[in-house]
């Protein structure tokens, strides 16, 4: 089964990435298995246990279900100042 | 009688005392402030005041019409000299009478402290040695140095600005014009104090527009000085300014945008352990610094002290706030970010660049909030994080809940972690090796190619793979952690000692302090 889901990236991520936003189709579950593809298709190197994950707004554990329309952040800290 | 008059003559207490009876009062407290005959140190002969007299007694009538309906009391009033004056001579009088002792007293003290702050007089002292000279009014002295602050350097007018500037008040008509704001919203501000830990580009507008809204105390943390490269995202420094403490060209600066706030300049970096001296003497936090270990230095020093703090940072173009509340149902910094990530893992100013405006923008954010929070002002901060994107001009709130379990229940247990010191430095890797400690690199791969023979480390443990899980810290042993500038070292070190291992240090400056 797969889902649309809407990705966006932030900091050091939307560097890698090369994008801050972008709409996947994903038979991923989970925020963990759609991290773990993205990171191969875009070569994003933080791990992440660096990382957050929020969806619709609101920080979730990684194993959270995954569900269509879901807007997914990924998002590292930043320490600028 | 007038509530604050000059005399050019000597004073008469007695007559003062009688203008202010009154039947409903139960008593009278006065202050006579005297000439006395030292002063810092040199011998005093005579003294002569000057006073920028109608705007004085403006201001010196509104203390005290202030002190009247503050402590509600029946009379005070306020006679001060001008002119010359010998040793032992009565400098300035201040009474007050009331229907109880203990608001006679307080109003007393009230004016003579208030007058001696904000009322536009100027001393000049006369010395035995013939020599002279204009001191400052008080609040001039007492902004310059006086306080004694930890890791503060001393510090002094050095031009004739402090002392011969006349004091003109603080206009704020245009922020007390707001409904929400008024005299009583100003009030607010000014008895408030506020701590900004780092003066750098977030730092750098928060002290300005605090300074600027009247905020009554406001203390600057910052051990580093001004550099070149810091300019262009720091405009409260000037050229003049490199090379000197950040903190203290900064609380020049403030004085000179507005003399009614006490700014206390702490040229020192925020650590374990002045952290809690720090943020227990203010009433709210602002987390400005650029290192991760600095902000959850902070985090854990306001969960314990219970302060609301405002933290911020920025990355290239984007920033991120969060706002504490000691609350009990509010989320740290910590119930964010469980993995306490280390410096060197994500980007800093330093490595990725910024443009100014970005924590230029996120630092007069930090101001909004802490004024906003100050006075009162619906609606109530995000719980979690607000990302900020200044291309796009978007923000995204993200929330967050507390996290059970988070270390902010126990915040001594991070405490405890960080008072071994984490860094040590050597001069050569030799030097380390006979100190006892097994050396461990921990760069990647391609940071090796070029090592000389006296940097080569054997035990090769990179930090992308260490983080990933892919190879294991060794167990046992007294391990020195080393890479390139000390920056990742620190991280892993940091993150090992809070795995529980005590053993375990971080070369200070890395291969490069070499």
């Given at each position: 089964m797969t889902r649309t889901v809407h990705v966006q990236y932030f900091a050091a991520l939307r560097e890698q990435a090369g994008r801050s936003a972008e709409t996947?189709?994903?038979?991923?579950?989970?925020?963990?298995?759609?991290?773990?593809?993205?990171?191969?298709?875009?070569?994003?190197?933080l791990p992440e246990a660096l990382l957050r994950v929020a969806i619709n707004e609101e920080f979730c554990d990684w194993e959270r279900p995954l569900a269509d329309g879901d807007r997914v952040v990924f998002i590292p800290p930043v320490a600028g100042g | 009688m007038q509530p604050f008059t000059f005399s050019t003559g000597t004073l008469r207490p007695e007559s003062f005392r009688e203008a202010l009876c009154d039947p409903a009062?139960?008593?009278?407290?006065?202050?006579?402030?005297?000439?006395r005959d030292h002063n810092d140190g040199r011998r005093v002969r005579r003294l002569e005041y000057e006073a920028f007299e109608a705007l004085a007694i403006k201001e010196g009538s509104r203390i005290v019409q202030q002190a009247i309906e503050?402590?509600?009391?029946?009379?005070?009033?306020?006679?001060?000299?001008?002119g010359d004056l010998a040793v032992g001579e009565l400098a300035v009088w201040v009474g007050a009478s009331a229907a109880h002792r203990q608001e006679a007293f307080a109003a007393c003290r009230y004016i003579i402290d208030e007058v001696k702050h904000c009322?536009?007089?100027?001393?000049?002292?006369?010395?035995?040695?013939?020599?002279?000279?204009?001191?400052?009014?008080?609040?001039?002295?007492?902004?310059?140095?006086?306080r004694p602050h930890e890791g503060g350097v001393p510090h002094s007018h050095d031009g004739p600005r402090g002392a011969t500037a006349p004091h003109l008040p603080q206009d704020y008509s245009r922020q007390v014009a707001?409904?929400?704001?008024?005299?009583?919203?100003?009030?607010?501000?000014?008895?408030?104090?506020?701590?900004?830990?780092?003066?750098?580009?977030?730092?750098?507008?928060?002290?300005?527009?605090?300074?600027?809204?009247?905020?009554?105390?406001?203390?600057?943390?910052d051990g580093d000085g001004v550099e070149a490269s810091n300019l262009h995202r720091q405009p409260i420094f000037g050229v003049a300014d490199i090379g000197r403490p950040k903190a203290v060209a900064a609380a020049d600066r403030?004085?000179?945008?507005?003399?009614?706030?006490?700014c206390e300049a702490i040229v020192a970096d925020a650590t374990a352990e002045n952290i809690d001296a720090l943020v227990g003497g203010y009433d709210v936090i602002l987390e400005c610094t650029d290192n991760l270990r600095a902000k959850f230095l902070v985090n854990d020093a306001v969960v314990r002290a219970g302060r609301p703090a405002f933290f911020a940072s920025v990355y290239q173009y984007e920033g991120q706030l969060q706002a504490y509340l000691p609350r009990a149902d509010w989320p740290c910094l910590r119930c964010v970010w469980p993995e306490t990530p280390g410096d060197g893992m994500v980007g800093n100013c330093a490595e990725a660049g910024v443009l100014g405006p970005v924590p230029g923008t996120l630092g007069a954010l930090q101001a909004m909030q802490a004024l906003q929070f100050i006075l009162g002002l619906g609606p109530e901060p995000a719980r979690g994080l607000?990302?900020?994107d200044l291309l796009s001009l978007s923000t995204r709130s993200i929330r967050a809940a507390r996290r059970a379990g988070c270390?902010?229940?126990?915040?001594?247990?991070?405490?405890?972690?960080?008072?071994?010191p984490l860094e040590v430095s050597f001069a050569s890797l030799a030097e380390a090796r006979a100190a006892g400690f097994e050396l461990v690199d921990i760069r990647e791969a391609w940071e090796r190619r070029f090592d000389r023979p006296a940097e080569r480390i054997e035990l090769h443990l990179p930090m992308s793979e260490l983080l990933e899980g892919r190879i294991a810290f060794p167990e046992r042993g007294r391990y020195l952690i080393v890479c390139a500038h000390g920056v990742r070292s620190l991280a892993i070190a940091e993150r090992l000692r809070h795995q529980g291992r005590a053993d375990v240090y971080s070369m200070r400056g890395g291969l490069a302090a070499l």
């Open positions: 996947c189709e994903t038979s991923a579950a989970t925020p963990r298995d759609l991290y773990s593809d993205l990171r191969q298709r875009h070569g994003l190197a | 009062a139960g008593g009278y407290a006065s202050f006579e402030g005297w000439v503050k402590f509600g009391i029946s009379r005070a009033a306020c006679v001060h000299r001008v009322v536009p007089i100027w001393k000049k002292e006369h010395y035995e040695d013939g020599d002279s000279g204009w001191v400052n009014c008080e609040r001039c002295a007492e902004a310059a140095d006086g707001l409904p929400e704001v008024g005299q009583a919203g100003q009030a607010r501000i000014r008895n408030a104090s506020i701590l900004v830990i780092g003066a750098g580009g977030l730092g750098a507008p928060a002290l300005q527009y605090l300074a600027a809204a009247g905020v009554g105390r406001i203390g600057i943390v403030l004085r000179d945008l507005n003399r009614d706030v006490r607000v990302v900020v270390d902010h229940e126990v915040p001594a247990k991070h405490r405890a972690s960080t008072q071994e």
